[in-house]
């Protein structure tokens, strides 16, 4: 089963997050309880192989598993969600809406675009290939964190450190995710990007790009790249954001997708949500 939480009630409008590569869904905890607060039912979940969610038995993982596994969540709302999307979890919602619309009412794409900076992402698949033996203690592993985000002046509470990683029969702590993925959906990427462009063409909802100031994944090109592919998009530049927009600068982030979600239409209901709305099993 994909692990997940709401946030606000269940018959508000709904939000759907979905966080990006090696990332669980505990990252968009504070924007969600402000958009709750607002008036906005908020709904995360860790991808398959992330955070609580199943890791697949044979290890054999491949991004349309993610695609399918967003779009089944998707569809357990009374209406279309809005989509709010980080980095693999942007890139999925950009997927199956231009595949298979109408399944959002709007998108919130956060630090991507159809075509990547491969030096950005390089960067990210070495830390996370970075410490296959985990680690001693909390403190090793938020000094690693440090070292790869150090422009962050604080490091990460040891509660917040706690939900990322998994504590083995060796007294290790090793990261959340199913180590096994790191390759096959790696690899993967480039060979999609033919799809992303052509889904990115069909996408009519309303659509906002939220990008990293300081970002190496996103640059001007790929971002005027998309803008030409979407022509009805906005873009905000969050500043002395790095591609981890939403944990450098959530306030920022956060005050830029309320203002987005004030300008859509409301949504219809399309008719009683299913019971218990739940989500998927990854198989």
């Not at 759907?16 to 958009?35: S, V």
């Not at 090793?174 to 996408?203: C, K, N, T, Y």
Request: proline share 8%; hydrophobic share 45%.
């Amino acid at each position: 089963m994909l692990a997940g939480e709401r946030f606000g009630d269940a018959d508000a409008p709904p939000v759907l997050f979905a966080h990006g590569f090696g990332q669980t869904r505990h990252a968009w905890r504070t924007t969600a309880a402000r958009l709750a607060a607002a008036g906005w039912q908020c709904v995360s979940f860790d991808a398959r192989g992330h955070g609580e969610s199943g890791h697949l038995a044979d290890g054999d993982y491949h991004l349309q598993q993610f695609a399918d596994d967003l779009a089944g969540v998707a569809r357990t709302f009374a209406r279309p969600p809005v989509l709010v999307g980080a980095s693999m979890g942007g890139l999925l919602g950009l997927l199956v809406e231009g595949e298979q619309a109408p399944l959002f009412a709007a998108l919130v794409l956060v630090d991507c675009t159809p075509r990547w900076e491969p030096q950005g992402v390089a960067r990210i698949l070495a830390f996370m290939q970075a410490h296959p033996q985990g680690f001693a203690d909390l403190d090793e592993a938020a000094a690693a964190i440090a070292a790869f985000l150090p422009h962050r002046s604080e490091r990460k509470s040891s509660g917040r450190l706690r939900s990322l990683l998994v504590p083995h029969a060796d007294g290790r702590l090793r990261w959340h995710w199913d180590p096994r993925m790191l390759g096959p959906v790696a690899s993967e990427g480039e060979r999609h990007q033919p799809r992303l462009f052509a889904a990115a063409r069909s996408i009519r909802v309303p659509t906002l790009l939220l990008s990293g100031g300081a970002s190496d994944v996103v640059s001007p090109e790929t971002i005027d790249e998309f803008l030409a592919l979407v022509p009805h998009a906005r873009h905000v530049a969050v500043a002395d954001a790095t591609h981890m927009v939403v944990g450098d600068r959530n306030d920022s982030f956060t005050h830029h997708v309320e203002e987005f979600l004030r300008t859509l239409p409301p949504a219809p209901r399309s008719g009683p949500a299913p019971a218990g709305r739940a989500v998927p099993s990854p198989a």
